[in-house]
């Protein structure tokens, strides 16, 4: 890949960030990129393992010529970042973030931007439960999607060089509306989460099941909802307040769903639960068909030993 960009910034370093650094360096797609963090502890930490070809203590500095600025802080604080950095953005800069709710993101950061620069929001499916500068690693966009979701009166010629960037760091992309992209992840994402951190709250309060036996037999499938379960409080925590009527309405039908299937456990009715598992199971099907999974068993688990 060549060039896309003379100087990307990048705002807020954690996992998202840092792979994006990785990933930029391993194909070449930046001259120069900067980067801030709120903390001081984080911006030391980045400068100690060489992330950020320049980590700056203001974020004024970060964004000062920058071709393309990324905010990669939780959506709460997002339109507040913005607010910030908008005196210093360079004319014809494009602005995008890597929130997973994209609606509320818009209407909180589009009022505070310059008109002569270019907001293009994005949305890479991507992440580990690991959180922090450390935590990046240049493959962690190799063949996920990152969804592209320019606004109406977006540039095109902003759009494609954001497009062009996510796929030079291995990511395949789509364009989606922010309304549409809410409910896609409020059924693939939020409430998935919300669940998982629903049963793990619930194993916390059943006390006659002992948490080293929660621990010990955790491959039966409860393992798997820590996982998700694990992810950053404050990223979901400004997730769910983001993306409110999308998720509500995905936990209402998930709820009518949950009564139905109650209802044939307890009248017996073997036939309902046997369908319901079938058609579910060729989902999962259709995901590693599509490349987004494997079918190795235990999900394709190293072994101890």
């Known amino acids: 890949m060549s060039q896309v960009y003379d100087r990307v910034a990048l705002i807020g370093l954690g996992l998202i960030a840092s792979s994006m650094f990785w990933a930029m360096k391993r194909a070449g797609l930046a001259g120069e990129v900067t980067g801030y963090a709120r903390s001081a502890e984080t911006r030391d930490t980045a400068r100690e393992i060489g992330l950020c070809d320049r980590v700056c203590d203001s974020m004024a500095e970060a964004v000062k010529d920058a071709d393309l600025v990324v905010l990669c802080v939780p959506v709460g604080a997002m339109g507040a970042v913005a607010a910030e950095i908008a005196p210093a953005l360079k004319p014809g800069a494009t602005i995008s973030d890597v929130g997973s709710v994209k609606a509320e993101v818009i209407a909180a950061v589009a009022p505070h931007l310059p008109e002569n620069v270019h907001f293009v929001p994005a949305h890479p499916l991507a992440g580990t439960e690991h959180s922090g500068p450390r935590s990046g690693f240049a493959e962690l966009f190799d063949e996920r999607w990152t969804l592209i979701v320019p606004m109406e009166n977006s540039d095109r010629g902003a759009v494609g ?33 919300l669940i998982a951190y629903t049963m793990v709250g619930v194993a916390d309060d059943l006390r006659r099941v ?9 491959a039966a499938g409860f393992r798997d909802f820590t996982r998700i379960a694990a992810s950053d409080p ?41 369908a319901y598992f079938t058609r579910t199971r060729a989902v999962r099907r259709g995901i590693i068909e599509a490349g987004q999974d494997t079918d190795a068993p235990d999900f394709g688990r190293a072994k101890k030993g």
């Open 234 to 274: 404050t990223m979901w925590r400004d997730v769910f307040l983001n993306n409110k009527d999308a998720t509500l309405e995905i936990l209402g039908r998930f709820t009518e769903e949950l009564f139905a299937l109650q209802r044939a456990i307890r009248t017996g009715d073997g036939d309902h639960l046997h």
């Open 210 to 218: 002992t948490d080293t036996e929660v621990i010990k037999y955790s």
């Open 161 to 193: 060089r954001v497009n062009a960037l996510w796929q030079g760091m291995g990511a395949f992309t789509e364009e989606m509306d922010a309304e549409h992209h809410d409910l896609v992840l409020a059924v693939t994402s939020h409430a998935p989460h």
